[in-house]
């Protein structure tokens, strides 16, 4: 069963894209290209040459894989409502943040071996904003794992019921956090501007400028399904226990759609941040968690 | 004869025979006697490991009283772990030390020390006499000491070593002050005594006693604040000493602490509660600092003091799991500290023989100064990445290993705990995950600049590739941290007679069982991901086979006379980094300003200092020495002046006693009128 949910997120990937610059282009008046366009670039990608640089090494070649491939070991381990995903353990969502870390790790020092130093401030950057936004992701899971008494996806998915007020506020904070860290994650609005043009101003398009055909391909791919990943992960909060396939297939794709186009409503509607202002907003999250954990508190009568 | 006889035989024959043979040879020796200590101490250990304690008892005359040689299954999981990291530790060093044979007498004494501080080792771990125990830890400290000035003619290495000398001497006047304290009351120094003392005495005293012991063993293992020794001593030494000191030596500090945690009856939540705080804040210190060092080696060192921060978690958990009687919290907590012990000491030590190799080759260990070395030297370059990549904590690697079992124990105690426990609990969560973060950042950093890029300056002579048998005890370490990281559950069943020693086995039956399901699941996830990894390559390779392939330069966005000088510099790599810490930290920064039109070459220096040390060792000495220089008359150079102080206090000696009956016969006069 655990194939279902990597399917359909791998599915999702594929339009996920297409939406958020479909639903930006009607935002900005414009008609934009379809939904497939992204993939459709991605697949002209990989059947391309390629071109490297001559400072680079090995790292350079393999980094793209790599990092393909923790996207997708991370996208096994998402669960569908009650169901487990295909790796499934105790504690399996902190493998879940050092494998995407591992291909974060090969996406730094593979933009540190082009010796350019425009990959270089963006790799300075990349490296310092997700250590910023790690903290946020962990305190969420310790919330749930103290409301739910579990320490799996699956499980803590499977038992999450909403019941008081506070425990709304709760899941709305929640939905939150994982929208800020999907934004922070794909280097999108308002921490980066995907679509600017300086170098200067760029995160995570300068650390690829060298990178080429198959392996830009991998690496926008990788976007791709991490957007659907975190999406994945969003519609697990609304998936609830025991509802039928043809109830929660729809509503995964629903949850999908309706973020896609939330991330193309503030991609339209708002400016990126200054550069130095970013990991004060970033490290908020962590407070907003916290805010979590107290509100968890709150729910199990803890405190008060 | 006796096993720890055999021990001491073998120090002394081999120790002469280093002595007797050509300098070639020395190395030879030095291996085959760390070959012969570690054979008998790893049977001794497995015997250990597998529920057959070693015990051997000496009668050590009036003084000693009764010396227990005892090797249980903690002092047993140390041992292996000493032993591997020393035997890789002489294997390199045989090598690294070629460069110095014409210093006959120093490469002598390197190496008798190296066989004295493997034994001393072996010594601590199962000598359960006090005064025993302190003679080992002594002659430990002594032969690290001389192992690590051997470059004794350059002043900062000298320093360093002095430095480490008198620390390592706070630390043992820490543990004689505990033990006398025990001896004192139970007149006995036996190890046993501790025992024996906590349970009858005032909780308060017995935790005092702890602290006592924790500051002692604390100093050690590096502890913030008593880490201040580590940053210097360890770039101070030649590399394979750097590497053992890191990875086995300041892991005494932690031996003892455990130990002590076996034998004293203290309340577990307050003594878990201590160590859990010092721990994170050791961890996110070490850490910090280490990300703005420009010293690779330095840098290694506070990696070690984050490093042990994430042992002192794990040990601090484990406290608090006897302490609330949550046996999962017990068990992971321990196990994870045990287990990261050993990983630390093997990735730890793999990065300092690889910093070795990179310094032999530069001649530098100034970060700026290197870059691209991984075209000249990739299989270096490689192993310095695997270690890299374990020390993060990354999977498929060891690192991820002991930090997971960590992050379940942290999990499941703020699941099961009570709330004063939960919020600590998420406090000590969200430190180890900032040190993760930080570690990245900084490794990111130190892999990208030393290995990747062009090179920032030229190096002064041509660089290759080391040779095999200098690469040979790296690759065994390498492929051990890999096997830790795949088969993660043969390891827990290695620890789990170690943590019944904490827990009891009736307290965690069961336990161990379902960590190795979690764990078996781990290690064929990480199995996965490398499977993976290989598919989508070759697919790529597949893909593009039919495919142009070009090379060019790097695209610098339309600048063509590009030079390696423009490249990213370590210090900008971090930059952001420094500026939104700037308050926690201290940085020297010394700036030449540009005033004129057309402005002369100015220089722009930061040197990272710890703050620390600046308030906890710095400002002491320097009002001390203010205070001292108030009697700098009394040394005026003078002999007549020095008879005169001599004489001076033998009267006084010899007046006060008078004085003082001279004084109680007066009171009892007056008493009796």
Known sequence: MGILNFILIVAASLFFSGIVIRSKSIFSGRKGPGIFQPVKDVWRLFRKGAVYSETTSFIFRIAPSIYFASVLIAIAMIPFGSQPGLISFKGDFVFFAYILALGKFFNIIGALDTGSSFEGMGASREALYSLLAEPAFFILMGSFALLTGHTSFHEIFGSLHFGSYISYAVGVLAAFVITLITLIENSRMPIDDPKTHLELTMVHEVMILDNSGFDLGLIFQAANLKFAMYGGLIANFFLTPGSELYFSIPIFIATQILFAVVVGFIESFMARFRMNQNPQYIFTLTSISLLIFLGVLLILGKIV | ?673
């Open chain 2, 1 to 673: 004869m006796s096993l720890s006889i055999a021990i001491l035989v073998v120090i002394f024959i081999f120790s002469f025979l280093v002595i007797s043979v050509k300098e070639r040879r020395k190395g030879d020796i030095a291996l085959l006697a760390v070959l012969i200590n570690s054979g008998l101490s790893s049977w001794i250990a497995i015997q250990a490991l597998q529920g057959t304690p070693f015990e051997e008892k000496f009668y050590g005359g009036t003084v000693f009283g009764e010396i227990i040689i005892r090797a249980d299954a903690l002092s047993g999981w140390f041992i292996l772990l000493t032993n591997f990291t020393m035997l890789t530790g002489i294997l390199y060093g045989r090598r690294y030390m070629k460069a110095y044979e014409n210093r006959s007498a120093d490469i002598t004494l390197h190496y008798t020390s190296y066989i004295v501080n493997h034994s001393a080792m072996i010594g601590i771990f199962c000598v359960q006499n006090m005064l025993g125990f302190l003679c080992v830890w002594e002659l430990m400290t002594l032969s690290a000491f001389l192992m690590i000035i051997f470059e004794h003619e350059k002043m900062e290495v000298l320093k360093a070593g002095i430095n480490y000398f008198i620390q390592a001497h706070i630390s043992i006047t820490f543990l004689t002050l505990a033990f006398i304290w025990v001896s004192s009351h139970t007149g006995s120094y036996d190890f046993n005594s501790i025992a024996d003392y906590t349970v009858q005495a005032h909780p308060a005293l017995s935790f005092m006693l702890f602290l006592c012991f924790f500051i002692g063993f604390g100093i050690k293992a590096g502890f913030v604040p008593f880490h201040t020794w580590l940053p210097y001593a360890h770039p101070a030494a030649p590399s394979h000493v750097s590497g053992i000191m890191s990875g086995v030596i300041i892991k005494l500090g932690i031996f003892g602490i455990l130990r002590i945690l076996l034998l004293i009856k203290v309340n577990y939540i307050e003594a878990g509660y201590t160590i859990l705080v010092i721990s994170v804040i050791s961890g996110v210190y070490g850490v910090m600092l280490a990300i703005i060092q420009h010293n690779v080696k330095k840098l290694l060192a506070y990696h070690s003091i984050e490093n042990i921060g994430i042992i002192g978690i794990g040990i601090g958990l484990g406290c608090l799991g006897m302490g609330h009687n949550n046996s999962y919290l017990a068990f992971a907590g321990f196990a994870g500290a045990l287990l990261h012990t050993l990983n630390h000491s093997l990735f730890k030590s793999l990065l300092f023989y690889a910093a070795g190799t990179v310094y032999q080759a530069v001649h530098t260990m100034d970060i700026e100064k290197l870059g691209g070395l991984i075209k000249k030297m990739p299989k270096t370059a490689t192993l310095f990445l695997i270690a890299s990549l374990a020390i993060c904590g990354l999977p498929p690697f060891n690192g991820f290993i002991s930090e997971f079992l960590i992050y379940s124990g942290l999990f499941n105690g703020i699941v099961a705990n009570p709330l004063s426990s939960s919020i600590m609990l998420v406090s000590a969560l969200f430190g180890l995950v900032l040190i993760g973060g930080l570690a990245m950042l900084c490794f990111t950093k130190a892999f990208g600049i030393i290995f990747l890029g062009a090179e920032r300056h030229p190096y002064p002579a041509p660089i290759s590739e080391a040779e095999l048998p200098r690469l040979f005890p790296k690759y065994v370490v390498a492929l051990f941290i890999l096997f830790i990281g795949l088969m993660p559950q043969l390891f827990i069943r290695l620890l789990s007679p170690v943590v019944i020693l904490f827990t009891g086995s009736q307290a965690i039956s069961g336990m161990p069982g379902s960590f190795i399901n979690t764990l078996q699941t781990v290690g064929l996830s990480s199995l996965a991901f490398i499977i993976l990894c290989i598919i989508i390559y070759q697919v790529k390779q597949k893909m593009t086979a039919a495919r142009k392939i070009t090379t060019s330069t790097t695209w610098s966005c339309g600048y063509t006379p590009v030079t390696p000088r423009l490249q990213y510099t370590a210090n900008s790599f971090v930059r952001s980094y420094r500026k939104l810490v700037r308050p926690l930290l201290m940085m020297r920064k010394s700036e030449g300003t540009i005033n004129e039109v057309f402005p002369q070459t100015t220089h722009s220096d930061t040197h990272p200092y710890d703050r620390f040390e600046a308030v906890f060792i710095d400002k002491p000495l320097k009002s001390l020495k203010r205070f001292m220089g108030r009697f700098d008359f009394l040394q005026n150079g003078s002999e007549q002046f020095y008879i005169l102080y001599g004489i001076a206090f033998i009267i006084i000696v010899i007046i006060i006693p008078i004085l003082i009956d001279v004084v109680v016969n007066l009171i009892n006069l007056f008493k009796q009128v």
